[in-house]
């Protein structure tokens, strides 16, 4: 009798021990199940003048991928560059000039086997949509029917080293500096010509083509200026590096290439 009682709660404690473990099993699952099913946030840090295509693409992303949410960071590629250094969340960069991509390349910052070129833009000169300014060529912004010209940031931001370059070539940048009001990024640049704030600014194309309250001038002639390419890769830091090497493939389908194009870059 002794022994028959001895063997039955062995038999209850057995059925206990296993009712617990398969009780660990159940909430391991499901907590599994609830971190594979978490909303990922990735990181999308890209140049200024490329705010309004990465939203469009970004939103069209998403909306495949419910369970990912992107997150913005736009501003001046030189800006960029040192967020990324300071170790700031970063998963995929745009930058508009290779200066940028080259240092953190250099500092093993980004896999360099994503980086790709991702687009080409041109440098122009505007004007607020009423001015009745007239310029034949860049040469002419040395002239006294300019007083105030909006640049980028020559240091830091990459349309204001392109127009470095462009001003240097003609050897008019002497006369240009004592005009400028510098900008911390491109759309900066843009909102002082809307507002009347300056005669004139150098952006991109796809900046004067976002925007009615401006007109394109003058379109810088290709030989005073490196060709204006917009490099793309994955951050070596990167939190979620699968989903941010997707999202590199995703930029290169067709339909989101159009939506590039329709804000005036050409897609390389």
């Not at 709660?9 to 199940?33: H, M, N, R």
């Not at 990912?68 to 590629?77: P, Q």
């Not at 002639?221 to 090497?245: F, G, L, Q, R």
Request: aromatic fraction near 8%.
């Amino acid at each position: 009798m002794y022994q028959l009682k001895k063997n039955f709660v062995a038999l209850i404690l057995l059925l206990l021990f296993s009712f617990i473990i398969s009780g660990c099993d159940t909430v391991q699952t499901e907590k599994k199940a609830e971190e594979d099913t978490s909303v990922k946030e990735v990181y999308i840090v890209a140049a200024a003048s490329m705010t309004d295509a990465v939203k469009e693409i970004g939103a069209n992303y998403e909306k495949q991928h419910p369970n990912v949410k992107l997150m913005y960071n736009f501003g001046s590629s030189g800006a960029l560059q040192a967020q990324i250094e300071q170790g700031a969340p970063s998963d995929v960069f745009i930058s508009a000039a290779q200066k940028q991509m080259d240092a953190l390349e250099q500092e093993n910052l980004i896999d360099k086997s994503t980086r790709r070129d991702l687009l080409e833009n041109k440098v122009v000169l505007i004007v607020p949509k009423d001015s009745t300014l007239t310029l034949n060529d860049f040469s002419d912004i040395a002239s006294d029917k300019v007083q105030k010209i909006a640049l980028g940031e020559m240091k830091s931001v990459p349309v204001g080293q392109y127009s470095e370059e462009i001003f240097t070539k003609l050897n008019i940048l002497d006369e240009i500096k004592p005009k400028a009001v510098y900008a911390s990024d491109v759309r900066q640049v843009l909102g002082w010509v809307e507002t009347g704030e300056v005669d004139c600014g150098v952006v991109y194309a796809t900046d004067a083509a976002i925007s009615d309250k401006v007109k394109i001038l003058l379109t810088a002639p290709e030989d005073t200026h490196k060709p204006v390419i917009y490099p793309v890769a994955m951050v070596t830091s990167s939190k979620n590096p699968e989903i941010a090497k997707d999202f590199l493939t995703f930029l290169g389908e067709n339909e989101q290439k159009a939506v590039l194009e329709k804000y005036g870059f050409e897609v390389k």
